[in-house]
């Protein structure tokens, strides 16, 4: 899809009730009718995603095995009243699934679960989860060798073809969440009907699969780095990430429901990196409908994606453009920094104040890195937290906007030092170069994660460094590593 263009961080945004998130599928489908549809004709599509996320190892057959038994399981609980559904209805999905393993010694043993298979409850969750890993001896995309074969396929069984890109998909990428996955499904599935009926079977493959490829490894790495900062970090480094990205993307919406959204979508976020499946797909969906519900509010650049139908639009309003930015001149950001009840606010209120400084912030300088962003925001907390302690606090936090400009401008430098230092060296001897320097700055790395690190900043550097100044400042601080360790260093939570 042309409309799909990578992104630096995957944003949800809108209102998700508590109940959207009940993980129960039968309950899921009874209280969102809206949904239901859409639940019930990707059923078997959002169980395989489920099943080959957690069984990596197992074969496109043995997926579908499981599949067969899980969705027999859900019809009969569909036509099931409450009170007459047999106690296997009323749990989770993937508490039924999760049984279904550990109640099978041979796949619990070649899965290497057997440990987790003697815990109950929600600790025999987490340590499924524990056991996802991204593998790269997987190949980057689902391929078949004869492409006479694959269109033969695709004439006299188009679901098979389409199965089998969500099985390897689902097992490359285990923490790649399941909307999305079905919706790059619906691409690859549209591009290979496309090809088939070209004479250049090959080269339109080529032209139509790598962008799918490019983007679903992207944003593959997007939702794993994601998962880890709400395993590692508390739920104010989680939200404080959100509420930036969200203010970027709708600096017109007011702070109330940026606030109210940074939350809710966090919350979603837990949910689908739990492995939920069922109630991740039926979250977006909701999502999705409840923010098209919203236009006027959120933002104008997603209009077109809310004519688009289920699965497209979802991804559509989530690689929109950032809207316009609103005339701000009449509300200056000196407000705090110049307020001599600032200090009251910060005491009395800390939650409310430090996300509104951190809206007020992004919303006027939507032109700088998420990274940078929340430097300024630590920034200002702890100047708060020094100055409020003093006699005269005015005097103190009245130099915030200096503090903050100077932040901005040696992550400048820094970039700046970095781009000069690679075209005086060329590639091979800036990659040298920085593995000498962050030896000695981040020593407790092993030999190969630095290696892995520094190569992903020496090919930052080779993307941004050609850039125009304002783009390779944002390229190398979205580029530059992994948000995890990003937020870890500059917020300080652990």
């Known amino acids: 899809m042309k409309n799909l263009r990578p992104i630096c961080f995957l944003v949800f945004f809108s209102y998700v009730q508590c109940q959207t998130l009940q993980r129960s599928l039968l309950a899921a489908a009874w209280n969102h009718t809206n949904s239901q549809n859409y639940l019930q004709e990707n059923l078997r599509d959002i169980t395989s995603i489920m099943v080959a996320q957690f069984l990596q190892k197992s074969t496109y057959q043995e997926v579908q095995t499981i599949v067969e038994e899980l969705v027999h399981r859900a019809e009969k609980c569909k036509v099931l009243k409450p009170q007459e559904s047999p106690s296997e209805c009323s749990h989770q999905l993937m508490t039924t699934f999760l049984e279904h393993v550990c109640n099978n010694q041979g796949m619990a043993d070649k899965q290497e679960f057997s440990d987790c298979c003697n815990i109950n409850n929600k600790a025999r969750l987490k340590c499924f989860l524990l056991y996802k890993k991204d593998d790269t001896e997987y190949s980057d995309v689902f391929q078949i060798p004869n492409l006479e074969q694959i269109c033969d396929v695709d004439k006299e069984n188009q679901a098979s073809v389409k199965e089998r890109y969500i099985y390897e998909t689902s097992r490359k990428h285990p923490f790649l969440y399941g909307p999305t996955i079905l919706t790059m499904s619906a691409c690859y599935e549209t591009a290979i009907r496309s090809c088939c009926q070209e004479e250049n079977k090959t080269e339109c493959f080529q032209i139509k699969l790598e962008p799918i490829r490019k983007y679903v490894r992207e944003i593959s790495l997007r939702h794993h780095h994601l998962c880890e900062i709400g395993i590692k970090f508390?739920?104010?480094?989680?939200?404080?990430v959100e509420l930036?990205?969200?203010?970027?993307?709708?600096?017109k919406a007011n702070f109330s429901e940026i606030a109210k959204l940074a939350g809710d979508v966090k919350n979603?976020?837990?949910?689908?990196?739990?492995?939920?499946?069922?109630?991740?797909v039926l979250g977006r969906s909701q999502l999705m409908n409840d923010t098209c519900s919203k236009q006027s509010a959120l933002s104008s650049k997603i209009t077109p994606c809310c004519a688009l139908s289920v699965p497209f639009r979802g991804e559509c309003i989530i690689n929109s453009e950032n809207?316009?930015?609103?005339?701000?001149s009449s509300l200056p950001l000196s407000r705090f920094t110049e307020d001599r009840f600032v200090c009251k606010q910060f005491i009395d209120k800390q939650d409310d104040l430090l996300p509104e400084f951190l809206y007020e912030y992004s919303r006027r300088h939507s032109e700088l890195a998420l990274s940078v962003i929340l430097r300024v925001y630590t920034v200002y907390q702890n100047l708060l937290g020094k100055c409020c302690k003093l006699e005269n606090?005015?005097?103190?936090?009245?130099h915030g906007k200096e503090m903050f400009q100077r932040v901005v401008g040696e992550s400048h430098e820094r970039i700046k030092n970095h781009c000069d230092l690679r075209e005086k060296l060329g590639d091979a001897n800036f990659h040298d170069r920085l593995i000498i320097l962050y030896t000695k700055k981040v020593p407790q790395l092993s030999a190969q994660e630095l290696v892995t690190f520094t190569k992903n900043m020496a090919a930052a550097a080779t993307k941004c460094c050609p850039l125009r100044d304002e783009q390779r400042f944002v390229c190398m601080e979205d580029s530059g590593s992994k948000l995890i360790e990003k937020c870890q260093s500059l917020l300080g939570h652990k």
């Open 234 to 240: 508390n739920h104010k480094v989680s939200k404080a």
């Open 244 to 251: 930036v990205l969200l203010t970027k993307k709708q600096p």
């Open 268 to 280: 979603l976020h837990q949910t689908c990196c739990e492995g939920d499946v069922v109630a991740c």
């Open 323 to 328: 809207d316009d930015k609103p005339d701000l």
């Open 393 to 398: 606090p005015l005097e103190c936090y009245s």
